[in-house]
């Protein structure tokens, strides 16, 4: 039995004030979700105020991002061990954000989901077609070949430790959401492919769907058999929005 996991991408939004309001906000209302986790990636700016007000609630948080090296001369970069230092459990890897608007190739994403492992942090590794790639038939073929990027670098034991999120790129901030069986089918598409390296590993991997999911339309999402929570962008700006979602998947 897959535990559900509802991680929210606060991107580069808010203020010290405002995330204030929303760590607060979703503290008070996660008594109402009963089985699903929950995680909150905020700006690493964030993270120490993140830490403060999560210690000791159900509540986990993790990183955007991070560098695939562990310290050195990385003007701008943020290392495993730092997101160590504020005791994030997770960190979102190759998001479509950093691989559309900062070129991260396959090989780069797969460095940093090595580099999360290794630190002892669960990487998100964000997978996706871009809206020509689906049209033109190369869905799956995409998610593959980001997928198998991971696999080559570390063997699919490394799944394991991680979770996929399964964002198609037109599906993210546009309001679009793939259809419950459109995201089905990609999410079965990537639970075999695991399979055909490791079946266990397959069968116990959370692959989470993000993409415009509200809480009007996460509980079918959720509901089918290989969706196993979200990676929640704008929706989870709003803590009860967020906890909405949250609820929908228990
Ligand atoms: C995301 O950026 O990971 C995301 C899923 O965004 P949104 O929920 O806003 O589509």
Redesign the pocket.
């Known amino acids: 039995m897959r535990r559900p996991l509802v991680a929210g991408?606060w991107?580069m939004n808010g203020s010290l004030e405002s995330i204030r309001g929303l760590l607060d906000g979703i503290k008070r209302g996660i008594g109402r979700v009963k089985s699903a986790e929950v995680a909150v990636c905020p700006p690493y700016v964030y993270l120490p105020e993140t830490q403060k007000r999560l210690t000791g609630s159900e509540i986990a948080w993790g990183g955007q991002d991070l560098s695939t090296e562990m310290s050195g001369a990385y003007t701008g970069e943020v290392a495993a061990p730092m997101l160590n230092d504020f005791c994030c459990k997770y960190v979102?890897v190759g998001?479509?954000?950093r691989r559309g608007y900062h070129a991260e190739s396959d090989e780069l994403v797969a460095k940093k989901f090595a580099a999360a492992r290794a630190a002892g942090l669960m990487p998100i590794l964000?997978v996706g077609e871009t809206l020509e790639e689906r049209e033109a038939g190369t869905t799956n073929a995409v998610v593959a070949r980001q997928l198998d990027a991971v696999i080559a670098l570390q063997e699919a034991d490394a799944l394991a430790d991680g979770v996929v999120?399964y964002?198609p790129v037109w599906?993210?901030?546009?309001?679009r959401?793939a259809t419950p069986e459109q995201a089905q089918e990609v999410h079965a598409f990537i639970r075999a492919r695991v399979a055909e390296s490791n079946q266990d590993v397959a069968e116990g991997l959370r692959i989470l769907?993000?993409?415009?999911?509200?809480p009007d339309n996460a509980k079918e999402l959720i509901g089918k058999p290989d969706i196993d929570g979200?990676?929640?962008?704008?929706?989870?700006l709003k803590a009860e929005d967020f906890l909405g979602i949250c609820t929908a998947a228990d």
């Open positions: 991408n991107k979102i998001h479509s954000e964000c999120a964002e599906a993210i901030g546009t309001g959401t769907y993000g993409g415009s999911m509200k979200g990676l929640i962008g704008g929706a989870s």
